[in-house]
Each structure stands twice: as structure tokens, then as C-alpha cells.
């Protein structure tokens, strides 16, 4: 079974210019998560999708930060515009259901090095 | 609001020691409890979890005990390898399926 799957693996890109990770989750897993990994620390979550739907958004900084993930497969995450402190790992995960404790499988996650 | 404690590494071994990683956490409910492993280049991984107090979680030779009266949830095991270095996560989650991390452990075992 093909696990999470992330593109590219690591970005490099100058400040104030746009990026844009993708993530194909497990197929058949309802619920999709981004995360933000600072060097040094555990990952944060940034929007959590229940198919189609953003049900947790609260920590994804809106006014540079958006993302999709239409027909409920595939998502993308998007910064516009960069900045030095978007250097991050972003990770991807996905699950079968949201309730009760549903496994998260994290995909290798993306390195965004901003110049 | 809820959060997760980890000692910091690295935490250098040699290869058939005893592995202790301390972590301790803060929430208002009874979370569930969790070790992720990260190993260079791959996604997280789940290594084990608890779910109540005094629960026991154990994977891999790897083992953890769900303790409320210190809220404490340190992963131990007793002989580890090489191929057990890797940076170690503790996680809780108060509600469905949001997860808390600590800042991760990093483990170098050597030969």
C-alpha cells in the first residue's frame, strides 16, 4: 500500500516570491492534515480537511498561507508571499476518520528553504 | 493550554543500553498518549499509544506506561540497536484527533 506521497521533497525559493507543496493522501482516508515543522521542534498542526471541508483552520496565518483540497483526494498548500520564517518542514498526514483516535500516517514532508 | 515535554538531546548510546526518554505533559482532561518516530528521511511513524491511565503501550521492544499521578508518559526499552537511531516524538491528544508534540528526541546509537 503506497503511503502518504509529498512533492517536491525540498524548495528553495527567495523571499516574497509564491510557493506551493502538494500531497496525495492514502487512498480511501477521509481526513487530511498539513503540519508545520520548525527546525528544532515537533510538527504544528495548520488545517485538518474531513473530505473536502476544512474543519480546523485556526492555526494556518491566513493572510500569506491558503489551501484546497477539492473532490476530497489530493491537497495543496500554498504561501504567497514567502518570507525568511516560512523555512519550514511541511508535513503531510492523512487518516481514516476523525472521532475517536483515528492513526495518523505522515507522508516524508516537503523542506521550504526561503533566501 | 495542553502541552507536551520532552528531555532534550541528543541522547548518545551505546549499541544493547537501556533507553529512557522522559516526557511529561499538561492537559485539562485524560488525554491519550502517544510516541511517534521519525527516521532520517521518512515521515513520522507511530511507535505506540495509551489511551487511559496505567495503560502500558508497547511496539518494536519499545514500552511506555500511561502514568496520571505524574503525568508522565517516558518510553524506555531495554536494549537498543543501531537502527533504532532516530528522533523520538511523545504526542497527546485531548479530543479526536488533534495532536500536541513535544519538541522530539534525537537517539544516535552507536556500534
Known amino acids: 500500500e503506497a503511503g502518504v506521497v509529498q512533492s517536491p521533497r525540498y524548495k528553495i525559493i527567495e523571499k516574497k516570491q509564491p510557493v506551493a507543496f502538494w500531497c496525495n493522501p492514502i487512498?480511501?482516508?477521509?481526513?487530511l492534515y498539513w503540519y508545520l515543522q520548525n527546525l528544532g521542534q515537533g510538527p504544528e498542526l495548520l488545517i485538518r480537511y474531513e473530505n473536502e471541508e476544512a474543519v480546523d483552520d485556526s492555526q494556518l496565518p491566513k493572510d500569506r498561507f491558503s489551501a484546497e483540497r477539492l473532490k476530497g483526494v489530493d491537497s495543496t498548500l500554498k504561501i504567497q508571499p514567502a518570507e525568511l520564517g516560512d523555512s519550514a518542514v511541511y508535513l503531510c498526514a492523512s487518516s481514516l476518520s476523525s472521532g475517536s483516535f483515528s492513526e495518523q500516517y505522515f507522508g516524508p514532508g516537503t523542506r521550504l528553504t526561503v533566501t | 493550554g495542553d502541552s507536551v515535554t520532552q528531555m532534550e538531546g541528543p541522547v548518545t548510546l551505546s549499541e544493547e543500553a537501556f533507553l529512557t526518554i522522559n516526557c511529561t505533559y499538561t492537559?485539562?482532561?485524560?488525554?491519550?498518549l502517544f510516541w511517534y518516530v521519525q527516521y532520517p528521511g521518512e515521515g513520522l511513524q507511530l511507535l505506540l499509544k495509551a489511551t487511559k491511565a496505567d495503560d502500558k503501550g508497547s511496539n518494536k521492544g519499545f514500552e511506555a506506561t500511561y502514568r496520571k499521578e505524574t503525568t508522565s508518559f517516558h518510553l524506555e526499552k531495554g536494549s537498543v540497536q543501531v537502527s533504532d537511531s532516530a528522533v523520538y516524538f511523545c504526542a497527546l491528544s485531548e479530543n479526536t484527533d488533534k495532536l500536541i508534540f513535544g519538541t522530539g528526541t534525537r537517539l544516535q546509537v552507536f556500534p
Open positions: 487512498s480511501g482516508h477521509n481526513t
Open positions: 492537559a485539562t482532561g485524560y488525554p491519550s
